[in-house]
C-alpha cells in the first residue's frame, strides 16, 4: 500500500476549497477553489462540495486516512452538524459530515467552524507547533477566534467559545453587527476599519479620498496603503485601530495566559503596521504586574489556513481512528 | 478500618483555615482557624501551619487519604509550591507541599492558588456541582478567578489564567493596583468601591460620611448599607459597580462560554443589589448575536469556600492516587 493521504474541505460563504496533503507532506498534493456562488442556491454548494469531495478521493494516488471539514458559521463540532451559517442561511443545520461519510464509507471525519479549524492549523501547519495553549484570531470582514489547548479547540457550552471578536473593549462605542456596542469587532474588523475611514474622510483633508476614487470607495486596504504613504488621517486611524486591539490582546491574554497569540485574516496583511504598537500597548498593561508578554504574532500561512486547519482535522481524525498510515506531526494533537 | 478523611489547608495572609471532612461528608468533621500573624514573619506562619495539620491527622478517626492546599499567592501546581505572595513576601518560593508530605508520608498533597482552590470548591461542593466548564471569580479586596474545566482548573503557561481581576473594563479608567488603569479591579472590588465612593463623598451630600464616622472611613461595606436605606449616591455607585462587573461578566463569557459563572468574595454580601443590573447588561449585550446567558451566580459557599476548595483538592489527591476509601462525589473531577 502506497502512502497515506488527508483531505480538507473549507467551506465558505465566497468560495470553496478543497486541499489533498501526503500524510507527512506540507505540501499540496492538490489543491482546488471554487466559487461558493450563494446566489444558486445552498443544495448546489453542497453538490459541489460532494463533487469535488468525490473526485478528489478517486484521484488521490493513496489511500485517503481522514477528511476534515471547516465550515464558516457556527457548528456543533461533537454532532459534526453546521449549524447556522450568518451569511448562508440555506447551509443551516446541513449534515455535511454524514454526507461525505456516505461518499467515502469508513473513513473518519472530523468538522469545525473556520476559526477553530484554522486554529488547529496555526497548532499543526503553522506558527503554534510546539504549543500546548494557542489563542487564534482572524480579523477580516469580521473577527473570528479559537483556544487551542493541547491541540483541541474549547468548545464552550454552545460551542460559542472564543469568540473574541465580541469581547467589549469601548464601552459606549460603535454599534456592532451583532447588536451590541463597542465589540472588538466593531472597531478592528477589516469592515469596521473601513467605515471609520469613511466617517472621518467626510470631516478631514485625506489623500485616501483620491486613492480610493470617492469616499464611499474606501475601504481597510485603502486606509493601509494611504498610511505607508504618510497620509496623516490614515495614520491616526490604525493607531486607534492598534490600540483598541492591544486592548482586546490585553483581555484575551489575562484570561487565559496562553502560549501564543497568532493573528490571521486580510486585515493581517497591515500586520506591521497595526502589531508593534498593539504588542506596546499590550505590555504596558501586563509588564507591571510581572506578566510576560507571549508572543503575539501574525500567521505565516495566510489564506489558505482554514483550508490547512481542515487537513490537520483530516490527520486528527486519522489518529483517532489510529491510521497507521498517517504520521503527520500532529503536535499536541492529543485526544 | 473506618472511613477515610480529607484534610483541607487553606493558607492566607490574614487567617490560616484547616478543616477535616468525612469523605463522603459535606460538613467539617472539625474546623480550625488561627491568625496568619504575618508581622511575626513567614517561620513562625508555617510553623502555625504545620503545627496545626500535624495535630489534625494526629486526632483524625480515621485514614487520612488526601491533602489539600489553597494558598493567597502565586502558584506552581504541577511543582506544588506558592510562587510569590504578594501580600506576604516571606511565603516566597517555601515548597509548602513537600512540607506537608513530611509530616504525613504517605498521604498524596495536591495545591493551587485560593481563587483556583475556591473555584474546585464550587464544582465539589457548591453551585458548580455537575457542570463541566465553571468560571468562578472572588471579589473582595481584589479580584481573582478560576475558570474549571472538568474540575481541573486553567492554569496557563506562567499560571496566570484567568486573572479576570486585570481585564480591561474602562480603557482610560483609574489606575490599579497591578499598575496598569482600567481594569475590573480597580473599579469593582471592595477596595475599589469604597474609594470611590469616599471620592464622591468629598463633592455630594451622602449619609455615608455619617454612618461611617467620616469620609476616611468610607468602606464598600458602608456603601452598600447605604444604599439599602436608599441613599442616591451610594446607589450610583453600586449601579456603576454592577455595569462594570456586567462588562467584565460580558467578556469572560464571550471568551469561554461557560455552564456557570459564580460569583464569591466579600463585595457579593451586597449580591442581590450589584447581580440584577450586571446580568441585565449582559443579557443585552449576549442576546442579540443569539447567545444564551448562562447561570450567574453568588457563591452559597461563602466565607470558606477556599478551604472546601482545598478539601476538594485533598478528596482530588485521594482518587488521583486511587485510594478506595475515598468516595467524596468529584462531580467532573477527572484527570
Given at each position: 500500500?502506497?502512502?497515506?493521504?488527508?483531505?480538507?474541505?473549507?467551506?465558505?460563504?465566497?468560495?470553496?476549497?478543497?486541499?489533498?496533503?501526503?500524510?507527512?507532506?506540507?505540501?499540496?498534493?492538490?489543491?482546488?477553489?471554487?466559487?461558493?456562488?450563494?446566489?444558486?442556491?445552498?443544495?448546489?454548494?453542497?453538490?459541489?462540495?460532494?463533487?469535488?469531495?468525490?473526485?478528489?478521493?478517486?484521484?488521490?494516488?493513496?489511500?485517503?486516512?481522514?477528511?476534515?471539514?471547516?465550515?464558516?458559521?457556527?457548528?456543533?463540532?461533537?454532532?459534526?452538524?453546521?449549524?447556522?451559517?450568518?451569511?448562508?442561511?440555506?447551509?443551516?443545520?446541513?449534515?455535511?459530515?454524514?454526507?461525505?461519510?456516505?461518499?467515502?464509507?469508513?473513513?473518519?471525519?472530523?468538522?469545525?467552524?473556520?476559526?477553530?479549524?484554522?486554529?488547529?492549523?496555526?497548532?499543526?501547519?503553522?506558527?503554534?507547533?510546539?504549543?500546548?495553549?494557542?489563542?487564534?484570531?482572524?480579523?477580516?470582514?469580521?473577527?473570528?477566534?479559537?483556544?487551542?489547548?493541547?491541540?483541541?479547540?474549547?468548545?464552550?457550552?454552545?460551542?460559542?467559545?472564543?469568540?473574541?471578536?465580541?469581547m467589549i473593549v469601548a464601552p459606549?462605542g460603535?454599534?456592532?453587527?451583532?447588536?451590541?456596542?463597542g465589540c472588538l469587532?466593531s472597531l478592528v474588523?477589516?469592515?469596521?476599519?473601513?467605515?471609520?475611514?469613511?466617517?472621518?474622510?467626510?470631516?478631514?483633508?485625506?489623500?485616501?479620498?483620491?486613492?480610493?476614487?470617492?469616499?464611499?470607495?474606501?475601504?481597510?486596504?485603502?486606509?493601509?496603503?494611504?498610511?505607508?504613504?504618510?497620509?496623516?488621517?490614515?495614520?491616526?486611524?490604525?493607531?486607534?485601530?492598534?490600540l483598541n486591539l492591544?486592548i482586546g490582546?490585553?483581555n484575551?491574554?489575562?484570561?487565559?495566559?496562553?502560549?501564543?497569540?497568532?493573528?490571521?485574516?486580510?486585515?493581517?496583511?497591515?500586520?506591521?503596521?497595526?502589531?508593534?504598537?498593539?504588542?506596546?500597548?499590550?505590555?504596558?498593561?501586563?509588564?507591571?504586574?510581572?506578566?510576560?508578554?507571549?508572543?503575539?504574532?501574525?500567521?505565516?500561512?495566510?489564506?489558505?489556513?482554514?483550508?490547512?486547519?481542515?487537513?490537520?482535522?483530516?490527520?486528527?481524525?486519522?489518529?483517532?481512528?489510529?491510521?497507521?498510515?498517517?504520521?503527520?506531526?500532529?503536535?499536541?494533537?492529543?485526544?
Open positions: 500500500m502506497g502512502k497515506g493521504y488527508l483531505l480538507g474541505i473549507d467551506i465558505g460563504n465566497t468560495k470553496l476549497a478543497f486541499g489533498l496533503v501526503g500524510c507527512n507532506e506540507r505540501r499540496f498534493h492538490e489543491k482546488r477553489v471554487v466559487p461558493t456562488e450563494r446566489e444558486l442556491g445552498a443544495e448546489q454548494a453542497i453538490e459541489k462540495v460532494l463533487d469535488n469531495t468525490r473526485e478528489l478521493l478517486a484521484t488521490a494516488p493513496g489511500e485517503v486516512a481522514g477528511i476534515g471539514i471547516a465550515f464558516g458559521g457556527f457548528v456543533d463540532a461533537t454532532r459534526r452538524i453546521g449549524l447556522s451559517s450568518p451569511n448562508f442561511p440555506g447551509l443551516d443545520n446541513v449534515p455535511m459530515a454524514a454526507l461525505i461519510e456516505d461518499l467515502a464509507p469508513g473513513i473518519p471525519v472530523l468538522m469545525e467552524n473556520d476559526a477553530n479549524a484554522a486554529g488547529v492549523g496555526e497548532v499543526v501547519y503553522g506558527k503554534g507547533r510546539g504549543h500546548r495553549q494557542v489563542l487564534y484570531l482572524t480579523i477580516s470582514t469580521g473577527i473570528g477566534g479559537a483556544a487551542i489547548f493541547d491541540g483541541v479547540p474549547l468548545a464552550g457550552t454552545q460551542g460559542l467559545a472564543a469568540e473574541f471578536g465580541h459606549n460603535p454599534g456592532c453587527t451583532c447588536g451590541s456596542r469587532e474588523s477589516g469592515t469596521s476599519i473601513g467605515r471609520i475611514a469613511r466617517e472621518r474622510a467626510e470631516l478631514h483633508d485625506t489623500m485616501m479620498t483620491g486613492l480610493a476614487g470617492g469616499i464611499d470607495n474606501i475601504t481597510a486596504k485603502t486606509v493601509s496603503i494611504a498610511a505607508r504613504q504618510g497620509d496623516g488621517l490614515a495614520r491616526e486611524i490604525l493607531e486607534e485601530v492598534a492591544g490582546l490585553a484575551i491574554i489575562a484570561a487565559f495566559d496562553p502560549d501564543i497569540v497568532i493573528l490571521g485574516g486580510g486585515v493581517m496583511n497591515s500586520a506591521d503596521l497595526l502589531l508593534p504598537p498593539a504588542i506596546e500597548f499590550v505590555k504596558g498593561h501586563l509588564t507591571p504586574r510581572g506578566v510576560k508578554v507571549p508572543p503575539i504574532e501574525a500567521s505565516s500561512v495566510h489564506d489558505d489556513i482554514a483550508l490547512w486547519g481542515a487537513i490537520a482535522l483530516a490527520g486528527k481524525a486519522a489518529v483517532n481512528h489510529s491510521s497507521s498510515c498517517c504520521l503527520v506531526d500532529l503536535v499536541g494533537v492529543g485526544r
